[in-house]
């Protein structure tokens, strides 16, 4: 299924929306978190007059997003903008210059405000549904407030909000873009409309229309000088310049040409600098508008719509960009460079999600839109990272997205124009033979050559041959937005229509289909048929989703049909939970995602975390551990249970409330095998367990992070701290995938690594010629080995091949980490459990222990030779956060914060405490680049476990390629 709502429906919503009943839900046993990709459009932008690191920046269809450490991180802050996907549409955004937690939001469905700097916010319903453009608040008054609206004029508030009027008499023109008090003057206000520009000199009682000169017609932008406030700007298609007061006007644009302006910005301690964000990029003028200069260096999308200055500290500057992979950027000098800031803005529509049966950390994301981002994104971590998959796809704007189930690394998208297939795991695409705008996919389980698509135009088309040559099935005229294969009989398909036709049903093979909409009711053209999922049985059980009618079950294979409670929402998407009859999960338009484990007679909301609610597609890992939810504005989100809470969740073999051994559950809520007589660790043996070098698909093995509990790590691991008994070398012989006969391995990787220099004295805390760090108590495990060699450098998973500013360590005992097919260290680390050279405690205690360092600015034989860098500005934690949900992590996060200790970091500061900033530059030279080693705990969950921790490493240095290093790490614990 595709979500791409057509106007009719969200007209109709904006109906009934205001009188549907919203039941309470219970609160939901689990967390979402944002994994991207990033990108999308940024509407508004406002900074903190007295934090300027913080920063709210409002989006299309993604809603508010808000930073606290100048751009390096950015989450959704929505909790509120909930109503209507409208509500997300962001047009203006305002901070209170007295009490700057006060924030004003114009969405398109009205104004809304947050008393707690964008943590909550509330609905000023005297605004009306009306879009609200833009928030203009006395400074000297700041109860007093002017709203701007796209059809209803200019609104005014004295009590900050609570209640409001219209001002219009005297306005020529009710879409109203912008307004701006007169500095010293408050009564005196300008507003920019599609029909000129007004201004009133009584507070808005009457209005009167500016001309002198003035021949804009949409006047979208305003700047008036806080030094000279007779001296003003007005912009739309070219700016014009008044100082006089606005009594009279002359072009003010001297190299701006024709250019659409979008937002003006006048540096509040030097007015006679001004920025222009244009559809041809930012430009500046230092002389009061007189000449204008193209300031694009680093930004890599011209098509500017908004602009901040830091009042504190006016040469840094952030401009917001539409439909780009960077949303933001930053400036720190004037608009000379530009780099872009947009980690964690992730406002991007994701149209259908697909996760590879094979390998569960294997994700792709398909992009709704014809212009970017768009396409096809693969993750191989999870939803941690993402990288762009469009080689040969002749259209990026998707529709649909399915693998196959014979091969997921054969995988099948609709786009606008055609449908593509990848044989490769999207590295290329090729053309399938059908075109048009395809809108769902289904491929026979039993046969990978059969394949159904249909057409928005109408019907549906069957290929039997893989796409070489295509036939109609049926359904002609019909709008197909959800299509079903039996697996257990695949001659047996349902199909779900638009425009009040509902569910049709194959049972040759898609050759003649009939109506089955019996118990659906009397269905109209507003009615679609959104989702549709099928439990395979004897008798098969088909749950479907009718807009604005609800969700129905059939029991008879779609013969008759019966209304099921559901969470009395337009749901989007559904999703059976595999290997659990009767648990369900439903994505809903404006309410996020909802559980039941009843077949529907309780529903639970699944909303801690989801900085978004507008859901598209689910889809999950094949042991419904791991859930992602495909929004269409706010990116992917993920979601799992939160073990160890006394209630029993999806995935769990039991809940280890009571974090005992004994109980019969085990620290990672799974049921505890049988005690049995003999040593469990069967495994360990002098022969190494880590896999061979040699494997042809070492990213094959990868796990979705688990969602593990410290506390009850802490407590049930703590019994099996002796060593192995000698005789456990002698036991059960090793299987071949777990203790491989290939040693190279077990050779420490300092071998590999050239022999210092003659010249260099070892240990004498001094960095002499050879070494990487010094080793100057000789210590192991002090980051150094004795041979004053970094021990065990993993290169992490960066950007550009020069990223080697920062690079992980496996500092383990046996020093004998998991090397690639090239004998190089892989950035993927493997431990089983219980092997002593990798597994810090030796035991089998279903948790690896990895020891994990970082270190800076090193030069390492495994690594491309970097150049001489400038010092490292900052470092930041990204995976791993220290307010993780997964206690585990958390824990493991606080831990390798501690470590940077040793570097000299001052102090963590960022939404999520994770932003290091280092008190003194580290030098090339300096003895000791390396944190101290820390313990890095990986739970088990089933035969697998993995953890991904991801940082970067920037330098004082403008930005350039290869002066930002960002890495990820992945430790992945295996059974015994």
Same mark, same amino acid.
């Given at each position: 299924?595709?979500?791409?709502?057509?106007?009719?429906?969200?007209?109709?919503?904006?109906?009934?929306?205001?009188?549907?009943?919203?039941?309470?839900?219970?609160?939901?046993?689990?967390?979402?978190?944002?994994?991207?990709?990033?990108?999308?459009?940024?509407s508004a932008l406002a900074v903190d007059p007295s934090a300027p690191a913080t920063i709210y920046a409002g989006s299309v269809g993604g809603g508010v997003f808000k930073t606290v450490d100048g751009g390096l991180s950015w989450l959704a802050a929505n909790t509120g903008l909930k109503g209507r996907p409208t509500e997300l549409y962001i047009h203006g955004l305002s901070v209170d210059p007295v009490s700057p937690n006060v924030v004003y939001a114009g969405t398109n469905s009205g104004g809304?405000?947050?008393?707690?700097?964008?943590?909550?916010?509330?609905?000023?319903?005297?605004?009306?549904?009306?879009?609200?453009?833009?928030?203009?608040?006395?400074?000297?008054?700041?109860?007093?407030?002017?709203?701007?609206?796209?059809?209803?004029?200019?609104?005014?508030?004295?009590?900050?909000?609570?209640?409001?009027?219209?001002?219009?008499?005297?306005?020529?023109?009710?879409?109203?873009?912008?307004?701006?008090?007169?500095?010293?003057?408050?009564?005196?206000?300008?507003?920019?409309?599609?029909?000129?520009?007004?201004?009133?000199?009584?507070?808005?009682?009457?209005?009167?229309?500016?001309?002198?000169?003035?021949?804009?017609?949409?006047?979208?932008?305003?700047?008036?000088?806080?030094v000279t406030p007779t001296t003003m700007y007005a912009a739309g298609s070219t700016v014009f310049k008044s100082s006089d007061g606005g009594a009279t006007w002359a072009p003010a644009n001297a190299g701006l040409g024709s250019l659409g302006i979008e937002a003006?910005?006048?540096?509040?301690?030097?007015?006679?600098?001004?920025?222009?964000?244009?559809?041809?990029?930012?430009?500046?003028?230092?002389?009061?508008?007189?000449?204008?200069?193209?300031?694009?260096?680093?930004?890599?999308?011209?098509?500017?719509?908004?602009?901040?200055?830091?009042?504190?500290?006016?040469?840094?500057?952030?401009?917001?960009?539409?439909?780009?992979?960077?949303?933001?950027?930053?400036?720190?000098?004037?608009?000379?460079?530009?780099?872009?800031?947009?980690?964690?803005?992730?406002?991007?529509?994701?149209?259908?999600?697909?996760?590879?049966?094979?390998?569960?950390?294997?994700?792709?994301?398909?992009?709704?839109?014809?212009?970017?981002?768009?396409?096809?994104?693969?993750?191989?971590?999870?939803?941690?990272?993402?990288?762009?998959?469009?080689?040969?796809?002749?259209?990026?704007?998707?529709?649909?997205?399915?693998?196959?189930?014979?091969?997921?690394?054969?995988?099948?998208?609709?786009?606008?124009?055609?449908?593509?297939?990848?044989?490769?795991?999207?590295?290329?695409?090729?053309?399938?033979?059908?075109?048009?705008?395809?809108?769902?996919?289904?491929?026979?389980?039993?046969?990978?050559?059969?394949?159904?698509?249909?057409?928005?135009?109408?019907?549906?088309?069957?290929?039997?041959?893989?796409?070489?040559?295509?036939?109609?099935?049926?359904?002609?005229?019909?709008?197909?937005?959800?299509?079903?294969?039996?697996?257990?009989?695949?001659?047996?398909?349902?199909?779900?229509?638009?425009?009040?036709?509902?569910?049709?049903?194959?049972?040759?093979?898609?050759?003649?289909?009939?109506?089955?909409?019996?118990?659906?009711?009397?269905?109209?053209?507003?009615?679609?048929?959104?989702?549709?999922?099928?439990?395979?049985?004897?008798?098969?059980?088909?749950?479907?989703?009718?807009?604005?009618?609800?969700?129905?079950?059939?029991?008879?294979?779609?013969?008759?049909?019966?209304?099921?409670?559901?969470?009395?929402?337009?749901?989007?998407?559904?999703?059976?939970?595999?290997?659990?009859?009767?648990?369900?999960?439903?994505?809903?338009?404006?309410?996020?995602?909802?559980?039941?484990?009843?077949?529907?007679?309780?529903?639970?909301?699944?909303?801690?975390?989801?900085?978004?609610?507008?859901?598209?597609?689910?889809?999950?890992?094949?042991?419904?551990?791991?859930?992602?939810?495909?929004?269409?504005?706010?990116?992917?989100?993920?979601?799992?249970?939160?073990?160890?809470?006394?209630?029993?969740?999806?995935?769990?073999?039991?809940?280890?409330?009571?974090?005992?051994?004994?109980?019969?559950?085990?620290?990672?809520?799974?049921?505890?095998?049988?005690?049995?007589?003999?040593?469990?660790?069967?495994?360990?043996?002098?022969? %190494?367990?880590?896999?061979?070098?040699?494997?042809?698909?070492?990213?094959?093995?990868?796990?979705?992070?688990?969602?593990?509990?410290?506390?009850?790590?802490?407590?049930?691991?703590?019994?099996?701290?002796?060593? %192995?008994?000698?005789?456990?070398?002698?036991?059960?012989?090793?299987?071949?995938?777990?203790?491989?006969?290939?040693?190279?391995?077990?050779?420490?990787?300092?071998?590999?690594?050239?022999?210092?220099?003659?010249?260099?004295?070892?240990?004498?805390?001094?960095?002499?010629?050879?070494?990487?760090?010094?080793?100057?108590?000789?210590?192991?495990?002090?980051?150094?080995?004795?041979?004053?060699?970094?021990?065990?450098?993993?290169?992490?998973?960066?950007?550009?091949?020069?990223?080697?500013?920062?690079?992980?360590?496996?500092?383990?005992?046996?020093?004998?980490?998991?090397?690639?097919?090239?004998?190089?260290?892989?950035?993927?680390?493997?431990?089983?459990?219980?092997?002593?050279?990798?597994?810090?405690?030796?035991?089998?205690?279903?948790?690896?222990?990895?020891?994990?360092?970082?270190?800076?600015?090193?030069?390492?034989?495994?690594?491309?030779?970097?150049?001489?860098?400038?010092?490292?500005?900052?470092?930041?934690?990204?995976? %791993?956060?220290?307010?993780?949900?997964?206690?585990?992590?958390?824990?493991?996060?606080?831990?390798?914060?501690?470590?940077?200790?040793?570097?000299?970091?001052?102090?963590?500061?960022?939404?999520?405490?994770?932003?290091?900033?280092?008190?003194?530059?580290?030098?090339?030279?300096?003895?000791?680049?390396?944190?101290?080693?820390?313990?890095?705990?990986?739970?088990?969950?089933?035969?697998?476990?993995?953890?991904?921790?991801?940082?970067?490493?920037?330098?004082?240095?403008?930005?350039?390629?290869?002066?930002?290093?960002?890495?990820?790490?992945?430790?992945?614990?295996?059974?015994?």
């Amino acid at each position: 299924m595709h979500l791409s709502f057509p106007s009719r429906i969200l007209a109709a919503l904006l109906m009934v929306f205001a009188v549907c009943h919203r039941p309470s839900a219970h609160a939901a046993v689990g967390a979402w978190s944002p994994d991207g990709p990033e990108g999308g459009t940024v509407s508004a932008l406002a900074v903190d007059p007295s934090a300027p690191a913080t920063i709210y920046a409002g989006s299309v269809g993604g809603g508010v997003f808000k930073t606290v450490d100048g751009g390096l991180s950015w989450l959704a802050a929505n909790t509120g903008l909930k109503g209507r996907p409208t509500e997300l549409y962001i047009h203006g955004l305002s901070v209170d210059p007295v009490s700057p937690n006060v924030v004003y939001a114009g969405t398109n469905s009205g104004g809304f405000k947050s008393a707690d700097a964008g943590g909550t916010w509330t609905k000023m319903s005297a605004l009306g549904l009306s879009s609200v453009y833009s928030f203009a608040i006395d400074p000297a008054a700041p109860a007093t407030i002017y709203a701007t609206t796209g059809g209803a004029g200019v609104y005014k508030s004295v009590d900050a909000g609570a209640t409001w009027g219209q001002s219009n008499t005297g306005l020529g023109n009710l879409t109203v873009h912008v307004a701006k008090l007169v500095p010293g003057s408050p009564s005196t206000v300008f507003a920019g409309t599609q029909g000129g520009l007004f201004r009133t000199t009584d507070g808005a009682a009457s209005w009167a229309q500016v001309t002198g000169g003035l021949t804009l017609v949409f006047v979208a932008a305003i700047a008036i000088d806080p030094v000279t406030p007779t001296t003003m700007y007005a912009a739309g298609s070219t700016v014009f310049k008044s100082s006089d007061g606005g009594a009279t006007w002359a072009p003010a644009n001297a190299g701006l040409g024709s250019l659409g302006i979008e937002a003006l910005a006048i540096d509040p301690s030097a007015p006679s600098v001004l920025y222009a964000a244009t559809n041809g990029g930012t430009y500046k003028s230092t002389d009061a508008g007189a000449s204008w200069t193209a300031m694009n260096g680093g930004l890599s999308n011209l098509a500017v719509k908004a602009l901040a200055i830091d009042p504190l500290v006016p040469a840094t500057i952030y401009c917001g960009t539409a439909n780009g992979w960077s949303p933001v950027f930053k400036s720190t000098d004037g608009a000379g460079t530009w780099t872009a800031a947009s980690v964690g803005f992730t406002n991007t529509r994701i149209a259908a999600i697909v996760v590879d049966a094979s390998d569960p950390a294997t994700v792709y994301a398909g992009l709704l839109g014809s212009s970017p981002p768009n396409g096809v994104f693969k993750s191989t971590d999870g939803g941690s990272t993402w990288t762009d998959r469009n080689t040969a796809l002749g259209n990026r704007n998707i529709q649909s997205l399915v693998a196959d189930p014979n091969d997921p690394a054969r995988l099948f998208v609709g786009t606008a124009n055609g449908l593509y297939r990848t044989d490769d795991g999207a590295v290329t695409w090729s053309g399938a033979g059908l075109a048009g705008s395809i809108t769902a996919i289904a491929v026979d389980p039993t046969s990978g050559g059969t394949i159904y698509a249909a057409v928005a135009s109408g019907g549906l088309y069957k290929t039997t041959d893989d796409g070489a040559v295509w036939m109609s099935s049926g359904l002609a005229s019909r709008y197909v937005d959800a299509l079903v294969i039996d697996p257990v009989v695949p001659t047996t398909l349902y199909a779900g229509t638009r425009s009040g036709y509902g569910v049709f049903k194959s049972t040759d093979g898609g050759t003649t289909w009939n109506a089955m909409n019996s118990g659906l009711g009397v269905l109209s053209g507003a009615n679609d048929v959104l989702a549709l999922v099928l439990d395979p049985g004897a008798t098969p059980t088909v749950y479907a989703s009718v807009s604005f009618r609800g969700l129905f079950r059939s029991t008879d294979a779609a013969a008759t049909w019966t209304a099921m409670r559901g969470p009395n929402e337009y749901v989007t998407a559904l999703l059976l939970a595999p290997g659990s009859p009767g648990t369900i999960w439903a994505g809903t338009l404006t309410r996020g995602v909802f559980m039941t484990n009843d077949a529907g007679s309780l529903w639970t909301a699944l909303g801690a975390g989801l900085g978004h609610t507008t859901v598209a597609e689910l889809a999950t890992d094949p042991t419904g551990t791991t859930l992602y939810d495909a929004s269409d504005g706010g990116g992917v989100f993920e979601w799992s249970s939160v073990c160890g809470n006394g209630v029993r969740e999806l995935a769990e073999g039991c809940d280890d409330g009571d974090l005992d051994d004994g109980d019969g559950c085990s620290s990672s809520c799974a049921v505890e095998p049988t005690p049995t007589p003999t040593p469990t660790a069967p495994v360990i043996t002098a022969t %190494p367990t880590l896999e061979p070098t040699v494997t042809a698909t070492p990213t094959a093995t990868v796990s979705p992070t688990p969602p593990p509990t410290p506390t009850a790590t802490a407590s049930e691991t703590s019994a099996p701290t002796a060593t %192995p008994a000698p005789t456990v070398t002698t036991t059960t012989p090793p299987t071949p995938t777990s203790t491989p006969t290939v040693t190279e391995t077990a050779t420490p990787l300092e071998t590999a690594t050239p022999t210092p220099l003659p010249t260099a004295a070892c240990g004498n805390a001094a960095l002499d010629a050879g070494e990487q760090c010094d080793d100057g108590n000789t210590a192991a495990e002090d980051g150094c080995d004795a041979g004053c060699r970094f021990e065990q450098l993993v290169p992490g998973r960066g950007s550009a091949a020069t990223d080697c500013i920062a690079e992980w360590a496996i500092v383990n005992p046996g020093n004998a980490p998991y090397l690639d097919r090239k004998g190089l260290p892989s950035f993927k680390q493997r431990c089983v459990d219980g092997d002593p050279r990798c597994d810090a405690d030796g035991a089998p205690d279903g948790v690896c222990r990895f020891r994990v360092a970082v270190c800076l600015r090193n030069v390492d034989a495994n690594l491309p030779l970097c150049g001489p860098f400038p010092a490292i500005g900052t470092y930041t934690l990204l995976k %791993p956060r220290p307010d993780d949900r997964k206690a585990v992590r958390a824990a493991d996060a606080a831990a390798l914060l501690a470590a940077f200790a040793r570097l000299g970091a001052a102090g963590v500061s960022g939404p999520h405490g994770n932003v290091l900033t280092f008190a003194t530059p580290l030098a090339v030279a300096a003895p000791d680049n390396c944190t101290a080693s820390t313990e890095i705990a990986v739970p088990l969950q089933g035969r697998r476990g993995s953890l991904t921790l991801k940082g970067r490493a920037t330098t004082y240095a403008p930005l350039a390629k290869g002066t930002r290093d960002t890495d990820a790490l992945q430790l992945i614990c295996e059974g015994s």
